[in-house]
């Protein structure tokens, strides 16, 4: 599979030669010469963390620490904790001293992911270290103070999180100094057949296989699938295409049937194009007719598109519930209830 000549101004382990992501790289190297905070911008599963990498090893700051730290992971308490460590005795189980991830961090670079996820009291203290580069750990009144570069992410628009006050505005602007946008793979296309070349390698070595050839019809619908989980879900299809490979070819036939465009029959139910034909035809039904009749079809029409989006982010994720929850801005709770309504246990976990 023809892949096109690579760019040597490429950062490590970033693939993708489109106009959007060139920019990328070109912005990268120029905000890794400066100290300036960043702030990365765009869905889950664009490659934001491989970003903060770059900005720390193409920086002065290259041969000190990076030290991840995904914020939407932990409750407020252990987050604390874990940012700024604690002092023995500071809360219950705290045994010891601990040297918290800004400590770590000194002389290199923190990366804060999900950084939209901090409680409000967090980011008074996320402010103070980016202001005044201080903090003192959990349960100590004795002031640290760290040099590191703090590059932070988010999939969310934050300055609608600021309407909705869940986010500080001062905050905002203290970390948007640079930004920088990680394009969806839907919106980079010509970058998917080297994105495959790279998988089948990686993934091929992994599983201990002979590196197969690339079907042109295989690519084909992976350029036209619209991926709403982003570069992890490719990776997750080249992985599962390999291990089920019978023979020495990545064929069509090993994507799942809704990577193809194809209909499918689950639990009774339609789905993908056959859900999207039947809820349009439903809606438009209930527009000609009258009384409780129209409103069952349209209420019908509704819950089988809302079956196929739930349906479908849930695969994008793994099945992880939480973060199909936060992806479609419900709660877990009403998730949950409605994974049981629709019948999807067996694609939740």
Partial sequence: MASGPISQDRPRGMIGESPAMREVYA????????SATVLLTGETGTGKELVA????????????PFVRVNCG???ESLLESELFGHVKGAFTNAFE????RFEAAHGGTIFLDEVNSMTQTLQVKLLRVLQEHEFERVGDSRTIHVDCRIVGATNRDLLQEIEKERFREDLYYRLNVVSIYLPALRERTADVPLLVDHFVEDYAEENNRPVPKVSAEFVGFLQRYSWPGNVRELQNYIERAIVLAPGDTLTADLLPSHVRGLAQVRMGRPQASDLQKMATELVSTSIVQ???DAVDLHERAVALVEREVILQVLRSCQGT???T???LGINRNTLHKKISDYQLESEAR
């Fill in 27 to 34: 912005l990268t190297r120029r905000v890794a010469q400066s």
């Fill in 53 to 64: 990498r770059a900005v720390h090893e193409l920086s002065p700051r290259a041969s000190g």
């Fill in 73 to 75: 992971a932990l409750s």
């Fill in 97 to 100: 001293n601990r040297t918290g």
């Fill in 290 to 292: 009258a009384g409780s």
């Fill in 321 to 323: 519930q939480t973060k």
């Fill in 325 to 327: 929850a936060e992806r």
